[in-house]
Every structure is written in structure tokens, then in C-alpha cells.
């Protein structure tokens, strides 16, 4: 999912909620991220989170990725707590 949160928050624009099923495909999620953005668009991502914890957090600057275990997902409702950021587009 990609949220746009810019008129709600003043430390990013956008949030990127992604679930990965396992540790792996969790770690694999966060390397294509920083990868990408690094070949792409010349940024330099921080990574934060272990996959074993179910959260993984990717600041790019004004966009944040979240990669989340399903349960973690559930949790924590990244979507409800910022609700009234506006939908961009929602994949499943």
C-alpha cells in the first residue's frame, strides 16, 4: 500500500506498507528496496529492525517503508492509526 501522509505528518510524505510471510522474504523485501532506490534514485536508505521481529523499517528521506509479518501487520494497523492519509494505490 502506499499512503500519502504528507499533509498529516511533517517528518515524511509518503508510507509504504508491505507484508512479508517469512524472515526471508522479509529480508529479501528490504534488500530489493534499498537496492532499488539506491540504483534508481540515488538514495541512501537506513534500514532499522531485525526480520525476526516482524517489523522492518526503510527511511528513504520523505518516503518510509514498513515491511511487516502478517501479525505484526494486524497489530500494529499502520493503515487505521493514519487514516486520514489519503490511498494511492493498494496491491494485494
Do not use: N
Not at 31 to 56: F, H, I
Amino acid at each position: 500500500m502506499l499512503l500519502d501522509i504528507h499533509e498529516i505528518a511533517s517528518f515524511a510524505d509518503y508510507f509504504i506498507i508491505c507484508t512479508g510471510t517469512s524472515d526471508r522474504m522479509l529480508d529479501s523485501l528490504a534488500e530489493a528496496v534499498l537496492e532499488a532506490a539506491a540504483k534508481r534514485y540515488d538514495l541512501d536508505g537506513k534500514l532499522q529492525g531485525l526480520a525476526a521481529s516482524g517489523w522492518l523499517v526503510i527511511d528513504l528521506g520523505d518516503i518510509v517503508v514498513h515491511l511487516f509479518s502478517p501479525d505484526q501487520r494486524s497489530y500494529y494497523r499502520l493503515e487505521q492509526l493514519w487514516e486520514k492519509g489519503k490511498i494511492i494505490v493498494r496491491l494485494q
